[in-house]
Nanobody
């Protein structure tokens, strides 16, 4: 059974940092695009960041550019999201996603991914 297990969420103050981790089990995604989405209460789920299989290419939503960094360690089947200078608007449930196919045309679309975790809550207080 394929699972993506997120961890690292929590309650922090504005300006603080958090590092989210997502460990894959049941299969490897070393040749696949992975990423992070988030959903705040009452808001539409949005793409946050994506990373190519080898880490050579990354993409971010404009609101997190310069503050968040996505990375991966294929030896550990793990993808990370380093979040710095957190803002209250970053408060959301963060979901790790992985694509089953080798090529994803639009990383920002939830439908491009075949697996997702149960999410980890990030709450940023002002």
């Amino acid at each position: 059974q394929v699972q993506l297990l997120e961890s690292g969420g929590g309650l922090v103050q504005a300006g603080d940092s958090l590092r989210l981790s997502c460990v894959a089990s049941g299969r490897t995604f070393n040749s696949n695009t992975m990423g992070w989405f988030r959903q705040a209460p009452g808001k539409v789920r949005e793409f946050v960041a994506g990373i190519s299989w080898d880490g050579a290419r990354t993409e971010y939503v404009d609101s997190v550019k310069g503050r968040f960094t996505i990375s991966r360690d294929n030896a550990k089947d793990t993808v990370y999201l380093q979040m710095n200078s957190l803002k209250p608007d970053d408060t959301a449930v963060y979901y790790c996603v992985a694509a089953a196919r080798y090529y994803v045309t639009d990383w920002s679309q939830w439908s491009a991914y075949d697996y997702w975790g149960q999410g980890t809550q990030v709450t940023v207080s002002s």
